[in-house]
């Protein structure tokens, strides 16, 4: 039809001109000279100023990166990466560590402001707690004191490792081991800065957490390091939001998340992943590689990953739940966007190994352009897990015919009762759709943004209340053009 | 409000409609009739703008302005509405939400202020109360999971919430019941007024009991073959389309 035809000649007119945080912050940067070798390494965690137990802890995951090879099995192409052709460590120069943000640098709050995370204001007005990340060190984190009040931990991971050296060593690599894979393997090595959540026994954080990541730098790669830990009876809602400026090189993000929820504890972990895509041609974009995985220990916990991918030029992401208390839930809820050359290939892990564990999966990829979204989940029910059950709902939504989209769940199932349903859909926005909703005076981006949203609905009802809206719009800018 | 002149229109390389001349004035209801495949749908198509249809000859004014040269969306600004006779589902996108982007919409067409989210929900309370028509259907999706009953009326309520100046009616009474097609006659007949007018089409005289047309057409072949006051519907009614068509040719 010709509505189709219009979608792609004006996808093809797309440029990068809608990504409206392209914009890069001019600060004196201190760099590690660029490479990876054993120095580097040890360059970082002297810099971090870290114990001898977590060098040779990134020594040991740099000895298993070395003997590794790149995974390949993912849908996704690209040129071969350099990894000596980039910088390891960038930080914005600053001779003494902040200790309020009235010690922060005035151009790092601008741009945060800019990327529409008002640090000061946040702090005053908005009930969300934040942690800004610029390049590879942490700059600032707000509500501190009040969290601390509630005996809550959340800082830079680089502090954590200072002032609870106790927690960060018994739980670091407890989930996504260094030699996990070969991306973890990279983080574990060169990580520099990341966000430490810890939430006491019995203690409902009283504020949404949040982390900001923002590449900044040329030629950098962003290694950043979370790690949250709920202990007994806890609950905690966490969001992660990122950005970079424009560049026409590809830069690396590899990041690692690990979950810890105890005995009847609660985690929510919410991203909006927005990284530089590249422009229409595929040059330039981040390469999102991210290993993500949660512990539900004890019985009754509950992690909840929702993720809304929007942005990179690849992302390469699977957020995990393993499964291991009895009546332990986890759930995954995705919307991921590819246009113009954008490729991801997503999905999620659920390790059935507790009785009665329950895992829900609802996955919407919208591919427009020529992009390619694969849907790529593993369900494995262990031979214990009796009364385990697991539901798979994955919806694809396509605009224009040269765009891609592909379902690979991979199932195995080694107990008689447990019970997994799997269900798939594909469809397209249809030319009836879209004069509908014109004939009622919508101009047809509008008519795209609300059926996207109507697609994704189930998904974005997870986010909490604060960054749904955020994310409706974001949905929106990521598909402008895409129709005419 | 509305002059067809000679309008020639294919789809696919075929003629659907063949030097069609029709003249809405304002304030006017006026009824298309016509048997299966005489071009009724693809008139209320082409007039709101829908892809595919192809203008070989003729023109469409418009309340002054050269309609067929207007996006779908600026001549539903404009004040042209159309209710389809078999309205899509848009899975997800919750009625209340679309209703109100379109009512928005349209309002900042006419260089009105936009409604939030509660001066919408009393304007459209109001008007759901008239049709019969119960709050769920809010929060329901568009048309989705809706009985045929259910998404006429909903149509209904966007033609009476959008607040038109003209009207595109494409069988609106098909598979209705008695008591709902008495609905769609009472909001027609409700906005009935000198800056109003109307074109409906339907295969039936039914629905012309209780909206009284001002003038009946008789659509076949594509073009209008006769045109008569609201006995003409009785005459086809009485005699079927076969008689009047042959007397025309």
């Known amino acids: ?484 | 409000m509305l002059r067809i002149e000679n309008l020639v229109v294919e789809v696919e390389g075929k003629r659907i409609l063949d030097g069609l001349h029709l003249t809405v004035p304002s304030g006017e209801v006026h009824a298309i009739m016509g048997p299966n495949g005489s071009g009724k749908s693809t008139l209320s198509y082409v007039l709101a703008g829908r892809e595919g249809y192809e203008v070989i000859d003729g023109s469409v004014e418009f309340d002054g302005q050269d309609l067929l040269a207007m996006e779908p969306e600026l001549r539903a600004t404009s004040g042209l509405f159309l209710a389809f006779q078999s309205p899509v589902e848009l899975p997800g996108v919750g009625n209340a939400t679309f209703l109100r982007t379109a009512l928005n919409a349209i309002r900042r067409g006419r260089g009105e202020s936009e409604l939030d989210a509660m001066q919408f929900l009393k304007v459209v309370r109001g008007k759901m109360t008239a049709l019969g028509m119960k709050d769920e259907m809010l929060k329901r999706g568009v048309n989705e999971g809706f009985s045929g009953g259910e998404k006429k009326r909903n149509e209904m309520l966007q033609m009476a919430l959008l607040e038109p100046k003209f009207a595109i009616l494409d069988e609106t009474d098909s598979g209705l019941d008695i008591d709902a097609l008495k609905l769609v006659a009472d909001t027609v007949n409700s906005m009935r007024n000198p800056g109003f007018s109307a074109l409906v089409i339907t295969h039936y005289q039914r629905l012309l009991d209780h909206i009284v047309p001002d003038r009946v057409h008789v659509l076949s072949r594509g073009r209008i073959i006769t045109s008569g006051g609201p006995e003409l519907a009785h005459k086809l009614e009485a005699e079927g389309y076969a008689g009047v068509v042959k007397a025309a040719a």
């Open chain 1, 1 to 484: 039809m010709a509505a189709v035809a219009e979608t792609l000649d004006t996808v093809q007119t797309v440029t990068d001109g809608g990504y409206k945080w392209g914009f890069e912050t001019e600060i004196e940067m201190d760099f590690a000279p660029k490479g990876l070798n054993e120095d580097i390494v040890r360059f970082i965690s002297a810099k971090k100023e870290e114990p001898q137990w977590l060098l040779d802890w990134r020594l040991k995951a740099f000895a298993l990166w070395k003997t590794m090879v790149e995974p390949n099995w993912a849908a996704v192409g690209y040129p071969p990466i350099d990894y000596q052709d980039a910088f390891y460590y960038a930080a914005p120069k600053n001779k003494v560590v902040p200790k309020s943000l009235d010690e922060v640098d005035p151009e790092l709050l601008r741009t945060y402001e800019k990327l529409g995370i008002p640090l000061r204001e946040q702090e005053r007005l908005q009930n969300i707690a934040v942690d800004a990340v610029f390049d590879s060190v942490s700059v600032a984190t707000t509500f501190k004191d009040r969290l601390h009040k509630e005996g809550i931990i959340f800082c830079p991971i680089s502090e954590a490792v200072r002032d609870h050296p106790e927690l960060v060593q018994k739980y670091l690599g407890s989930v996504v081991p260094q030699g996990d894979n070969f991306f973890a393997a990279l983080n574990s090595a060169v990580f520099t800065d990341g966000s430490f959540v810890y939430i006491p026994k019995g203690v409902r954080c009283p504020m949404e957490l949040s982390t900001y990541f923002r590449i900044n730098a040329k030629s950098t790669g962003q290694f950043e390091r979370t790690l949250i830990i709920a202990d007994a009876g806890s609950k905690v809602s966490y969001l992660e939001g990122c950005t970079a400026p424009m560049r026409d090189e590809n830069q690396l993000h590899a990041a690692v998340v690990e979950l810890v929820a105890m005995e009847d504890a609660s985690i929510k972990y919410s991203t909006v992943q927005n990284w530089y895509p590249g422009d229409a041609e595929g040059r330039g974009g981040i390469y999102n590689f991210v290993t993500k995985r949660a512990a539900c220990r004890g019985a009754r916990s509950k992690v909840s990953w929702t993720q809304v991918e929007t942005g990179s030029a690849i992302t390469w992401k699977y957020p995990s739940c393993i499964l291991q208390g009895d009546d332990s839930v986890g759930e995954f809820y995705s919307v991921a966007i590819t246009n113009n050359r954008q490729q991801a290939d997503t999905g999620t892990k659920m390790f059935h190994i507790g009785k009665n564990t329950k895992s829900t999966i609802v996955s919407k990829g919208i591919s427009a352009g020529r992009g390619q979204n694969t849907y790529r989940g593993l369900v494995r029910i262990g031979a214990k897990a009796t009364g385990a059950r697991n539901y798979t709902q994955c919806d694809s939504l396509l605009i224009g015919d040269q765009c891609g989209a592909h379902t690979v769940p991979y199932i195995e199932n080694r107990c008689m009762t447990a019970k997994v349903e799997h269900e798939a859909t594909t469809s397209r926005i249809a030319e009836d759709q879209l004069f509908y909703c014109r004939q009622r005076g919508m101009t047809q981006e509008d008519a795209v943004g609300l059926i996207v949203n109507g697609f994704c609905r189930e998904v974005l009802k997870e986010l909490p209340m604060e960054f749904a809206v955020e994310a409706q719009k974001l949905l929106q800018i990521s598909l402008e053009g895409s129709v005419g």
